[in-house]
DNA sequence: GATGAATGAGATTTCATTCAT
DNA sequence: GATGAATGAAATCTCATTCAT
């Protein structure tokens, strides 16, 4: 083999190696998200991963550390970055609302990294620390986001909102509705959930907007 | 012993023979919720119900099949007679919403039968024919009572909802939220979820009845 | 099945439950002083007891476990007795030495449990906790009264010794060396050591005492 | 690099080229005796010689026959040599004796070789050939040497013994005696064997010339 | 020659399930 | 019917060995 070609299968395999671990985590995100922690077998994640069951403890030391590396790598903290647009904003707190739950589909929902939220619920009770880490991590910077957006709106008159505690659930709680029916009972009876996601979302936030009671200013 | 009290014992002890299938279908719920189906061991089963390994198999005749007599048990086709309130109920609809998630609150949601929610979640992949037989059971009555519900408002010229379908998530997805807080996270970081569930699904149903834009109207 | 034989049977049962974990411990003290611990597979010491891998595990919760039972089990703290029979001994110290050593062989050296002295040179390094509890529990005690009896000689003027430290070394050598013989090398090679064991002993001690060095006071 | 330098690299290279399997071996025993064979990982002993795990298999076909060679290496046939000497001493048997153990102390008991002997304690049953090999070019010649030098006593009429044998086994066992507490408990618990080894070989060696008993020719 | 990533046979350990009592 | 000792299939994890680089 010519020295160059050597060089090249010599980065390859470097390549690989270096891949591996993102391979095998994303193999057992899938898989995790699909079956649970304790119904998923090591060697078919590695399988996934088109490596031997060897090849995995190779990088991750027990399959408890695979799945807590999972959690992590998954739990992104992109807080910051969504806290500097919130900054930035300059439309009206509707359309912020819209922004940021479209934006959060964009980024975390659509992806495989939203399997993330039922692996959470799933699991939360069999690794407590992971569920506090999940909760340090997403929960608290999100509803804290989720809240400035709404406190925008009252004090720049658009919203009148009796307790944003409950109106930051009234906005989680159907995205995790969606995140569950995706990975969960949607996977398995598809007409138990046959909505576009995206429609689905615009939908909620104008639901939560206008309300269900007819208005008499909107004759 | 005295005769008297042998036939004590022993109806005593047939009594006990009778409910100890119930037994182990409610220790069998608590743990399969807490810990996932993989993950709880038939004896830690056996050992809640207070009876032996061997007694839990002579009752069902594995694993899998107790799981599925969990689900089948904690499923209750209570939609016959929730349909029947629906048709007597004679309040406004706001009320008539709030009377039925009250309800289903002091039905299911604060017994431990609340758990199969997060059990189905959970398992719907490993165990795709519950998942259906969920689908059936209690997903499609469900929402076709809520349905029914806000299809008198809009009937009555009480509400007005462009999407029906969306409307009905709307309603459904605060209280799965709240199911999965009160069995999963909530169960870990308890400052995770510390609102008093009957004020939330209040809450909740007012904020989506109200909306969150201020209503000129209500000068 | 009448209810006597009944009776016995269940006392079988129980006979054998109770007796299990001794089997099991006989058969591993057997393969872990003739192949080493680590080289033992836990299902062959099963297998030896007459039981599957399984109720190994129900009686021992790791190998290791088992291995930490064998030797405490078999390091019998028989040295009070043997203080005892010290202060009640009214021989000369050269008997009394003999009486010591052939006891110790009829007690120790000849059975089973000899094979842990092996055990424990092969493995101390390994499991330097045991190797500190048989230090505390055997050589200490041991070399105590092996002291004590040389001491007595001295004290009644029969033995003349230089360095007593030294003189338990001399009793205590060749008493390892022909359990090593035993257990290891002798084991493979028979012609490598051929000698019957009390023979041997006897000839150690009287060389002991006597020296080789020729005597004038013989002539 | 200049090509001095780069001569001197090589040179340095090929002489580390071929001193890996002696450091291999080093490495090997070092190890094995520490924790026995089937306990110390291959790739261990290949980071304990500073090279990769691939290169101990290119020197070597396994680890058994890494193991092979290791004792192979060890058991040097020292016995001409030592037989030489022999015929020239020119003191009597007691000082004979003495230079005998001395030299053997000197030459294989302070050095890592000495291991040899616990490893062949430790793994004889698992490798009999090996048993068998030590045996033959160990022990025979070595008791043989021993023998002479006490028929050569007892020749001159320096010693008086009544059973060679017996008297062979009494000089040898203090020796092995010594390297057991040298490799396996006395490394574990230290103030189990807290004896300079050459006292201890000198007067294990008078102890046994003299004998225990007093004599009436020593007045 | 040297490396170390990858492999997979084999060991330990768990646990659903059986069945003699 | 009830028990729990026993089983062995299946899972996790280790490590000697290979081989592409």
Redesign the pocket.
């Known amino acids: 083999?010519c020295p160059i070609a050597?060089?090249?299968?010599?980065?390859?395999?470097?390549r690989?190696?270096e891949?591996?671990p993102g391979e095998l985590l994303d193999a057992a995100l899938e898989l995790f998200v699909e079956k649970g922690f304790?119904a998923?077998?090591?060697?078919?994640?590695?399988a996934h991963a088109?490596?031997?069951?060897?090849?995995?403890?190779?990088?991750?030391?027990?399959?408890?550390?695979?799945f807590k590396a999972v959690v992590r790598e998954n739990i992104s903290g992109r807080f910051r970055e969504w806290n500097e647009a919130f900054e930035t904003f300059t439309g009206d707190s509707a359309a912020m609302l819209h922004y940021c739950l479209d934006t959060w589909w964009a980024r975390v929902g659509s992806t495989p990294a939203s399997g993330i939220i039922k692996l959470i619920i799933s699991e939360a009770r069999n690794f407590p620390d992971l569920a506090r880490f999940y909760h340090e991590e997403v929960e608290v910077p999100g509803r804290q986001l989720i809240r400035r957006v709404l406190q925008r709106g009252v004090d720049r008159g658009e919203f009148r909102i009796p307790d944003i505690d409950h109106a930051v659930f009234a906005l989680i709680a159907p995205m995790m509705f969606l995140i569950m029916m995706k990975h969960s009972l949607g996977a398995c009876s598809p007409d138990s959930f046959s909505v576009d996601p995206q429609s689905y979302i615009r939908a909620q936030v104008d639901l939560l907007l206008s309300g269900l009671c007819v208005r008499k200013d909107a004759a």
Do not use: I
């Open positions: 083999m050597k060089l090249v299968e010599a980065h390859k395999r470097e690989r190696k891949a591996r304790a998923t077998r090591a060697e078919e994640v590695a088109g490596v031997s069951k060897g090849t995995l403890f190779l990088y991750f030391p027990s399959k408890e550390e695979l």
